[in-house]
């Protein structure tokens, strides 16, 4: 049953039988008003009147069509979630998508018609999370940060990386997070001021020194686990940073082969020279070396040839609802087709369907994270989840 609350949704259409039914399926879904708009004028005109929680709106129409009825609504603040609908050729719809999201619109997604039941509940349930996570986004004063830093509460929650194939844990992926109480500061309140601060590289070598200790204690009970840091931008500047990671892990004893630092593209397009070098000696020190968000900059293929990557992690823009979009899915494909032509582990980010994780193993992709799986966990909490999957095969080492 799906976790989201609606108060009211307009479907935006100008066929009565799609209006019918695309009623009929919102009736299924816990709404508590639906109204109906025949074509563009109309739908704007209610909207006006009173905004709705949620607007499923029809590309072909007459009078005015899906995508001026966007530019509209961007045009006069009319802003509300929307979902997308259309039969048209799924390349289309997804560039209309883009262009609502560019006009500053919360574009839920897109759809294809027949709209079916379980598509449109699983894209709103995605929103919840997304609208759950967002709820207070007001960046935390650097003072307050500062504090948080001194006394290492900033702290990794993990989040696994399993086999697309048979789910099993390959690795984690280290994601800092503010606890304070039953609450947990989104990352999204503080990394930004932590890089405007200058204190990127600091909060690297916090949580790398907290992963090495968790390391430590899970290898004890037999799980040796390959665990992923982030490594920002502002962090690839400076000349000494590579030199610390060296030290902690050297004391830790934990092998280097079990860290893989991911950076993203526009980390190492800011300053190539460095970034380059950094690259160099962290693999020349054993360490793996992931490129984030694959897919979401312009020179990414260029960047895969400078640099010794050892993993491609694809982004989560690509692979949310990949299974209902075929221009993605060719794309995907040929990116892990060329992963593996460089003999490079291939990571999937954001999973969120079983759909997705389905074409994206039949496409060959080896990993895969997300919420399908888990969001991020606090050590006793990933232990716990490890258990209750019963999962007794530990990585070799």
Same mark, same amino acid.
């Given at each position: 049953?799906?976790?989201?609350?609606?108060?009211?949704?307009?479907?935006?259409?100008?066929? !009565?039988?799609?209006?019918?039914?695309?009623?009929?399926?919102?009736?299924?879904? !816990?709404?508590?008003?639906?109204?109906?708009?025949?074509?563009?004028?109309?739908?704007?005109?209610?909207?006006?009147?009173?905004?709705?929680?949620?607007?499923?709106?029809?590309?072909?129409?007459?009078?005015?069509?899906?995508?001026?009825?966007?530019?509209?609504?961007?045009?006069?603040?009319?802003?509300?979630?929307?979902?997308?609908?259309?039969?048209?050729?799924?390349?289309?719809?997804?560039?209309?998508?883009?262009?609502?999201?560019?006009?500053?619109?919360?574009?839920?997604?897109?759809?294809?018609?027949?709209?079916?039941?379980?598509?449109?509940?699983?894209?709103?349930?995605?929103?919840?999370?997304?609208?759950?996570?967002?709820?207070?986004?007001?960046?935390?004063?650097?003072?307050?940060?500062?504090?948080?830093?001194?006394?290492?509460?900033?702290? !990794?929650?993990?989040?696994?990386?399993?086999?697309?194939?048979?789910?099993?844990?390959?690795?984690?992926?280290?994601?800092?997070?503010?606890?304070?109480?039953?609450?947990?500061?989104?990352?999204?309140?503080?990394?930004?001021?932590?890089?405007?601060?200058?204190?990127?590289?600091?909060?690297?070598?916090?949580?790398?020194?907290?992963?090495?200790?968790?390391?430590?204690?899970?290898?004890?009970?037999?799980?040796?686990?390959?665990?992923?840091?982030?490594?920002?931008?502002?962090?690839?500047?400076?000349?000494?940073?590579?030199?610390?990671?060296?030290?902690?892990?050297?004391?830790?004893?934990?092998?280097?082969?079990?860290?893989?630092?991911?950076?993203?593209?526009?980390?190492?397009?800011?300053?190539?020279?460095?970034?380059?070098?950094?690259?160099?000696?962290?693999?020349?020190?054993?360490?793996?070396?992931?490129?984030?968000?694959?897919?979401?900059?312009?020179?990414?293929?260029?960047?895969?040839?400078?640099?010794?990557?050892?993993?491609?992690?694809?982004?989560?823009?690509?692979?949310?609802?990949?299974?209902?979009?075929?221009?993605?899915?060719?794309?995907?494909?040929?990116?892990?087709?060329?992963?593996?032509?460089?003999?490079?582990?291939?990571?999937?980010?954001?999973?969120?369907?079983?759909?997705?994780?389905?074409?994206?193993?039949?496409?060959?992709?080896?990993?895969?994270?997300?919420?399908?799986?888990?969001?991020?966990?606090?050590?006793?909490?990933?232990?716990?989840?490890?258990?209750?999957?019963?999962?007794?095969?530990?990585? !070799?080492?």
């Amino acid at each position: 049953m799906p976790k989201f609350t609606l108060d009211d949704v307009l479907i935006v259409d100008d066929s !009565p039988s799609q209006l019918q039914l695309l009623a009929e399926l919102c009736q299924q879904l !816990p709404l508590n008003r639906i109204r109906t708009a025949r074509h563009g004028e109309e739908a704007l005109h209610a909207m006006r009147q009173q905004r709705p929680s949620l607007l499923l709106l029809d590309l072909e129409m007459p009078r005015l069509d899906g995508v001026q009825v966007l530019q509209r609504m961007a045009r006069e603040g009319l802003v509300m979630p929307v979902v997308v609908a259309s039969a048209k050729d799924p390349m289309l719809i997804a560039t209309v998508e883009l262009m609502g999201r560019e006009l500053g619109l919360p574009v839920l997604g897109a759809l294809k018609k027949p709209i079916r039941l379980h598509e449109l509940s699983d894209l709103l349930n995605r929103a919840c999370h997304r609208q759950q996570a967002a709820t207070d986004e007001a960046l935390c004063t650097d003072s307050a940060i500062r504090v948080a830093l001194d006394r290492g509460e900033i702290v !990794p929650y993990y989040q696994p990386k399993v086999t697309l194939h048979g789910q099993l844990l390959k690795g984690a992926e280290l994601l800092a997070r503010w606890p304070q109480g039953d609450d947990v500061i989104s990352p999204s309140r503080f990394i930004p001021v932590i890089e405007s601060c200058g204190w990127s590289s600091e909060l690297t070598l916090q949580m790398l020194q907290h992963g090495l200790h968790q390391w430590q204690q899970w290898a004890r009970r037999g799980l040796r686990l390959p665990m992923s840091i982030n490594l920002s931008a502002l962090a690839m500047r400076g000349d000494e940073l590579v030199g610390r990671i060296e030290q902690q892990v050297a004391h830790s004893k934990v092998p280097p082969r079990f860290i893989i630092f991911e950076i993203t593209e526009t980390a190492v397009a800011d300053d190539l020279a460095a970034a380059i070098g950094m690259a160099a000696r962290l693999r020349l020190a054993g360490f793996g070396l992931s490129i984030d968000d694959f897919g979401t900059g312009f020179a990414t293929m260029q960047q895969l040839v400078r640099f010794p990557f050892t993993e491609l992690k694809i982004d989560q823009s690509l692979v949310q609802s990949i299974s209902n979009k075929t221009h993605l899915e060719n794309v995907v494909h040929s990116v892990i087709e060329l992963a593996k032509r460089m003999n490079l582990t291939t990571v999937a980010e954001g999973i969120e369907t079983e759909g997705d994780q389905l074409c994206l193993g039949q496409r060959g992709c080896q990993l895969g994270q997300g919420y399908l799986y888990t969001r991020p966990l606090p050590p006793a909490q990933f232990e716990h989840w490890i258990r209750q999957r019963r999962q007794t095969d530990p990585v !070799p080492a």
